[in-house]
Every structure is written in C-alpha cells, then in structure tokens.
C-alpha cells in the first residue's frame, strides 16, 4: 500500500469511528499493513480491512 493510502487511512482510522479509541496493541486494537492491505480493529468489535486492489481509498 501506497505511503499517501497509509496516511488517508489513518487520518480516518486512527481513531475507531465507533469508540473514539486510538490505542493500539495490548488486546486494545490492531493496526496491520500489508502489501495491499489495511488493516484495523479496535477492542470494542470495530474492525475494518481495506484492499487497495478493489477498495476506493
Ligand atoms: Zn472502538
């Protein structure tokens, strides 16, 4: 994933849009980036994956 896609994704998923949690690691949340992929889940069951092979960044 592109660097500017990481940064888009992050500004909108940084904090969890249902919770407001920014926190990330500990059983708190996950933040996982890959090649094409973004990954983030937060503790209270929010979680999104996004493709950037298919998905409208
Ligand atoms: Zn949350």
Redesign the pocket.
Same mark, same amino acid.
Request: proline share 0%; with cysteine; net charge neutral.
């Given at each position: 994933m592109k660097l500017k896609d990481i940064i888009k994704l992050g500004e909108k998923y940084c904090y $969890?849009p *249902? /919770?407001g949690?920014d926190k990330i690691g500990n059983d708190e949340g996950k933040l996982i980036v890959e090649e094409h992929t973004y990954y983030r889940e $937060? *503790? /209270?069951g929010?979680n999104i994956l996004i493709d950037d092979r298919k998905d409208e960044i």
């Open positions: $969890c *249902s /919770c949690n $937060c *503790s /209270c929010f």
